[in-house]
């Protein structure tokens, strides 16, 4: 169990590093006031398209590393309990 647990944690280390610089990695979104009374069209093709840029990878990967940053979260806390 003492092996499992290093694992687990080398791998938590891991994933903390890489959400660290994908969270970096992305650009600041600010919307200012002008879109907000507009509004923002999302008909457009960059639209549709926006889970295949970069950006969009980067912000699917961070999601799915932050998921995974919670369950070796949960899982290094019931290792270390018992």
Same mark, same amino acid.
């Given at each position: 169990?003492?092996?499992?647990?290093?694992?687990?944690?080398?791998?938590?280390?891991?994933?903390?590093?890489?959400?660290?610089?994908?969270?970096?990695?992305?650009?600041?979104?600010?919307?200012?006031?002008?879109?907000?009374?507009?509004?923002?069209?999302?008909?457009?093709?960059?639209?549709?398209?926006?889970?295949?840029?970069?950006?969009?990878? #980067?912000?699917?990967?961070?999601? &799915? /590393?932050?998921? +995974?940053?919670?369950? #070796?979260?949960?899982?290094?806390? &019931? /290792?270390?309990? +018992?």
């Amino acid at each position: 169990m003492e092996i499992a647990k290093y694992i687990v944690l080398v791998i938590y280390i891991i994933v903390c590093i890489a959400l660290i610089i994908l969270a970096t990695m992305q650009n600041n979104k600010k919307s200012g006031a002008s879109e907000t009374i507009m509004g923002s069209s999302t008909n457009n093709f960059y639209e549709q398209n926006k889970g295949r840029t970069k950006q969009g990878k #980067l912000k699917r990967w961070t999601i &799915i /590393l932050g998921i +995974v940053f919670v369950i #070796l979260a949960i899982v290094l806390g &019931i /290792l270390y309990l +018992v």
